[in-house]
């Protein structure tokens, strides 16, 4: 599980977050709401490990990821504003590198599947230069779908710019990944069904 | 652990070869600059002959320094090195990977290139080889000082920065490789300085991926 | 009972001990230099070969040696604060950088006034100068850099790189220049072989040279109240250093 204690970030002379703890279990999903400029994206960056916190601690089961080092990453997947893709290289190859950058090098028949669960399949031989915002994101959302996804999903803002269609089988695959013992902590904007009985909410700015 | 290595490395490559445009900048970078010394010098066969270990070798470093925005600043700005950062692998080896793929890009064509200038300018036949492997031993000391630098700009304000510190750091590779390729001019022998450069590049191989992934990670803060 | 030597670690309680400190060193300074000029000017001999202008090593000698000195000891603040996290040894390399670089200047300045009267030449490319005017560039490089990044922890961990980089290279690059200066015998002549020294000659540099040990403390810790207060100007132990 994922816990963190008396959190607190010090953006040049002002306090940004102070005092944050939290604490996820598996099956749980925790989602950090706050206005813009709360230090949504901060704590989810020293949740990974990006940014280290001014005070507190990150503990993953028990351990400082500090010290879990490289454990801790493989555990972890995470999705920032920005997906990580090159303008110039096909839907395919980004995919593949960064799947084996992340460690995990998936078979070809494993990319057909997750393709054609995301709906991208027909676009896979593209260069992303010309894929929509809507459909980048997909792309770099379709990392979720391989089997044996990492057990913690840190995602940043997730949902924006995604259809309808796209956001229901977001949600969708987040279940799926809860009822397997998964956690996952995330932010959004937009009002989202996440499993019920097993959201926590966090406010920033309250 | 080789996969993700070489998973890096031929992005890199790849996406270099979709812009081929933007990499021949380098390259004729180098051949205009090493153009410019005559038309500022004079053709003086004598003269030119004296200072081409110099201009080749200092056209090298700049050419190398002007490629360096291109190490790290798009995977910065799409989010690339966040997901480096946060690959199980040593974020140093990556880095390593992405040095490499940089110095075939941009410093391999100046070791092709640097002997067929040096004929420009009279340079005897045996100092040609020695011009070669000083270039080859030197190029990859300047992809892997030059990492460390752009590492440390990423987001900076000011583009010229990266110039300042990194030109000082090259001033041994300078050293030993346009000396290598003067003391053939003179009639000694280019050993020494051959192995002093290779032992920059030792050093360089070390300290360099270390650095760089300690300069990335702050950046990402 | 044992000292607690982190207590000083910190800025809120650093702040009035440089406080406290400065003012001797200043006054150290100004002391040992009037001591130091008097030696070096009127009672050091005149040199047999060089005349009265080889008087200049009394400033260019101490300069020169603190330039380097205070390269070390930066990259070595530098390298704390990147390790243990500890801001304050991050605002004392801040501090010490323009003193460095200023004593670069001083050994390239008064180098050069020395070449001219010596060799009838302003600069000539000697090992000792040239390695002098490269670490000139590592001081620039390192101040650039800081003052490029906004935010000032980037900034001090970014230069700390560089500095520690820096530290490593030094003599790779005095080794380079060395070696590459006795290849090109044209201008082998040394700025460092200095007179021999009579008594009173070496005195005089002595007492230069903790004159400029004194300069350089004093100007770090007066430097370093100023960062530590611009740094630290929100919280409320500065508020209360007005109203006291």
Same mark, same amino acid.
């Given at each position: 599980m994922l816990e963190a204690r008396d959190i607190a970030c010090l953006k040049g002379s002002r306090w940004l977050l102070r005092g944050v703890a939290l604490r996820v279990e598996p099956g749980e999903v925790l989602w950090i709401e706050g206005r813009n400029g709360s230090g949504k994206t901060t704590l989810l960056r020293m949740l990974c490990g990006l940014t280290p916190p001014d005070? *507190?601690?990150? +503990?993953?089961? *028990?351990?400082?990821?500090?010290?879990? &080092?490289?454990? @801790?990453?493989?555990? #972890? /997947? @995470? #999705? &920032?504003?920005?997906?990580?893709?090159?303008?110039? #290289?096909? /839907?395919?190859?980004n995919l593949r590198s960064a799947m084996q950058i992340a460690g995990r090098t998936a078979r070809s028949?494993?990319?057909?599947?997750? /393709?054609? +669960?995301? *709906?991208?399949?027909?676009r896979r031989e593209l260069p992303v230069r010309v894929l929509s +915002?809507? +459909?980048?994101?997909?792309?770099? #959302?379709?990392?979720l779908w391989f089997p044996d996804a990492p057990k913690l999903w840190i995602l940043d803002e997730p949902f924006a710019a995604l259809d309808v269609e796209s956001v229901q089988r977001l949600s969708d695959r987040l279940g799926r990944h809860l009822d397997g013992g998964g956690m996952a902590v995330l932010t959004t904007h937009q009002e989202v069904a996440l499993p019920a009985g097993r959201t926590q909410r966090l406010r920033l700015d309250a | 652990m080789r996969d993700a290595l070489r998973a890096v490395f031929l992005r890199d490559i790849l996406q270099a070869w979709r812009r081929r445009a933007d990499w021949l900048t380098t390259f004729f970078f180098f051949i205009i600059v090493v153009s410019l010394?005559?038309? =500022?010098?004079?053709p003086e066969p004598a003269i030119l002959r004296v200072i081409a270990p110099g201009i080749l070798w200092v056209a090298a470093l700049l050419a190398s320094m002007l490629a360096l925005p291109r190490m790290f600043a798009s995977d910065y700005t799409d989010g690339t090195l966040e997901q480096l950062t946060l690959a199980p692998q040593p974020l140093s080896l990556l880095v390593l990977s992405k040095i490499v793929a940089h110095w075939l890009l941009t410093g391999l064509p100046l070791v092709l290139m640097g002997p067929l200038l040096g004929l420009q300018f009279g340079m005897a036949p045996d100092m040609l080889p020695v011009l070669f492997y000083s270039l080859l031993l030197?190029?990859?000391?300047?992809?892997?000082? $030059? %990492?460390? =630098? %752009?590492?440390?700009?990423? =987001?900076?304000? $000011?583009? =010229?920065v990266v110039a300042l510190l990194v030109l000082p750091l090259y001033i041994p590779v300078l050293i030993f490789g346009? $000396? %290598?390729?003067e003391a053939v001019g003179v009639g000694t022998a280019p050993g020494g300085h051959l192995s002093l450069l290779g032992a920059v590049l030792m050093i360089s191989l070390v300290v360099s991926p270390l650095a760089s992934a300690a300069a990335v990670r702050v950046a990402l803060e | 009972m044992s000292f607690n030597w982190f207590r000083y670690s910190s800025p809120q309680t650093f702040y009035p001990l440089a406080g406290r400190l400065a003012p001797f060193f200043w006054i150290a300074a100004v002391a040992l230099t009037i001591a130091g000029l008097y030696i070096g000017f009127f009672v050091a001999p005149t040199d047999f070969q060089q005349g009265d202008s080889y008087r200049i090593i009394f400033i260019h000698v101490p300069a020169a040696w603190m330039s380097m000195f205070i390269y070390v000891v930066m990259a070595g603040w530098a390298a704390a604060g990147l390790i243990f996290n500890t801001r304050l040894s991050s605002m004392m390399a801040n501090a010490l950088a323009p003193t460095g670089a200023l004593m670069t200047a001083i050994a390239l300045w008064t180098g050069a006034l020395w070449g001219r009267p010596t060799w009838g030449t302003w600069w000539v490319w000697d090992a000792r100068l040239t390695s002098e005017l490269i670490l000139l560039?590592?001081?620039?490089?390192?101040?650039?850099l800081h003052a490029s990044i906004d935010d000032p922890r980037r900034a001090d961990k970014a230069a700390a790189i560089l500095a520690i980089v820096g530290v490593v290279n030094v003599p790779i690059i005095y080794f380079s220049v060395k070696w590459w200066n006795t290849l090109h015998q044209g201008s082998s002549v040394s700025i460092t072989r200095a007179p021999s020294m009579a008594s009173t000659m070496l005195l005089g540099m002595l007492v230069m040279v903790f004159a400029f040990w004194a300069y350089s403390i004093a100007t770090a810790l007066t430097r370093v109240r100023g960062i530590i207060l611009e740094r630290e100007r929100h919280a409320a132990w500065v508020a209360q250093l007005g109203t006291e």
């Open positions: 005070e *507190g601690v990150i +503990q993953w089961v *028990g351990q400082p990821i500090v010290d879990a &080092g490289e454990a @801790y990453r493989r555990e #972890l /997947l @995470y #999705l &920032g504003h920005a997906n990580a893709l090159k303008d110039d #290289l096909t /839907l395919e190859e028949d494993e990319f057909d599947e997750v /393709l054609a +669960q995301c *709906g991208l399949i027909d +915002q809507g +459909q980048r994101r997909r792309v770099a #959302l379709s990392r | 010394f005559p038309l =500022g010098v004079g030197g190029t990859p000391c300047l992809s892997l000082i $030059g %990492a460390i =630098g %752009a590492g440390l700009t990423l =987001g900076v304000r $000011g583009s =010229g346009s $000396g %290598a390729v | 560039f590592l001081y620039v490089g390192f101040m650039a």
